[in-house]
């Protein structure tokens, strides 16, 4: 299975936008499509997630203000960025998992990852 993502870029504070990660290999139907951040020097975070049932995560910090959405019949899932914030300048990481694992929150849970796509929002 890989995993490529894409959309990230440069912007200004307060504007919108929009990752995707698009999934292909062998066919499968993950439980469970998420998002995760990191920057230089601190660990990877959770971001968002969405499972196969359609219920979705998010971290507090991103909660109100990102949107995470999946097409299944693609295997995509896009994570919908709006009034970004210096602070969420990283690199933004797709993943998926076949199977509930430690819970959609916890990066040990997914079986994929991509390569990442760097968002960096100026103040």
């Known amino acids: 299975v890989q995993l490529q993502a894409s959309g990230g870029g440069l912007v200004q504070a307060g504007v919108s936008l929009r990752v995707s990660c698009a999934a292909s290999?062998?066919?499968?139907?993950?439980?469970?499509m998420g998002w995760f951040r990191q920057t230089p020097g601190k660990e990877r975070e959770f971001v968002a997630a969405?499972?196969?049932?359609?219920?979705?995560y998010y971290a507090d910090s991103v909660k109100g203000r990102f949107t995470i959405s999946r097409d299944s019949a693609k295997n995509t899932v896009t994570l919908q960025m709006n009034s970004v914030k210096p602070e969420d300048t990283a690199v933004y990481f797709c993943?998926?998992?076949?199977?509930?694992?430690?819970?959609?929150?916890?990066?040990?849970?997914?079986?994929?990852w991509g390569q990442g796509t760097l968002v960096t929002v100026s103040s």
């Open positions: 993943a998926v998992s076949e199977r509930y694992g430690l819970g959609p929150r916890q990066s040990g849970s997914y079986d994929y």
């Open positions: 290999g062998r066919t499968f139907s993950p439980y469970v």
């Open positions: 969405t499972s196969r049932n359609g219920i979705s």
